[in-house]
């Protein structure tokens, strides 16, 4: 059978066999090498999955913001050895708001075969449990830190939803994510709505659309808690 890289979903939070289905659970027990953003986290993933060996039998090799374009074939190397390999992300979906789709991109190139393993998706979760608008929507994945490029890009993102009747969907380091509520509440129009998802998947779960106008007169406040943001004016 021909090497594959498989794209696996990590936990929102708590146990991997609760979030993870069955199928994809075995999937991954059965691999031996994988790239992951941040080695300490998988070991820790790969511990609670059950892995069928010790975790010092695997190969873990690392791929993030700082890697090198030129480090990527390298990267590859079980897949041209003839072992399949497995992508793992710090949660939700490898590939998705993940420095691991640049793997993809050079597996796709190399014409391995790349197959997703289902698992939870922060977006595609926010997007179900929101209202709103789920035939057309959009990810923008990080807006700009800088005050007035991040207002900017609201007021683009806002005028495309109207024009479009598209969702639009962003997300926050968390850290930042009421200083993001403030600038979207300061510039987006009163009847835009917006959908506040926090800690999907966790008992501490939220998710909350509302006018800009509600938001004003209740503002929340998020704190650092993982937060998908959904906006359709």
Known sequence: MAAVLYAIAAPLGGEPAAALPAPALETVRALRDFVAENAKTARAFL????????????????????????????????????????L?????????????????????????????????????????????????FAFSGYLPRDKAMRERRIRELEQRSRRERETQIFIETPYRNDALV??????????????????????????????????????????KRPTVFLLLA
Not at 58 to 84: K, V
Not at 91 to 118: H, K, M, N, S, T
Request: glycine share 8%; net charge negative; with cysteine.
């Open 182 to 223: 403030a600038a979207l509440l300061q510039t987006c129009s009163a009847e835009c709505k917006l959908c506040i998802a926090s800690d999907l998947t966790l008992a501490t779960e939220s998710v909350a659309t509302r006018s800009v106008a509600q938001w004003r007169a209740a503002r929340p406040v998020i704190g």
């Open 47 to 86: 511990s609670a999955v059950g892995m069928p060996c010790p975790l010092r039998d695997l190969a873990i090799t690392t791929l993030d913001e700082h890697t090198r374009a030129e480090a990527l074939a390298g990267l590859l190397a079980p897949l041209r050895a003839g072992r399949s390999l497995g």
């Open 88 to 136: 793992l992300s710090e949660a939700g979906c490898a590939a998705i708001a993940d420095p691991g789709a640049q793997l993809v991109e050079a597996a796709q190139r190399e014409e391995f075969r790349v197959v997703p393993l289902i698992g939870p998706s922060s977006i595609m979760l926010a997007l179900m449990a929101s209202g709103l608008e789920g035939q057309r």
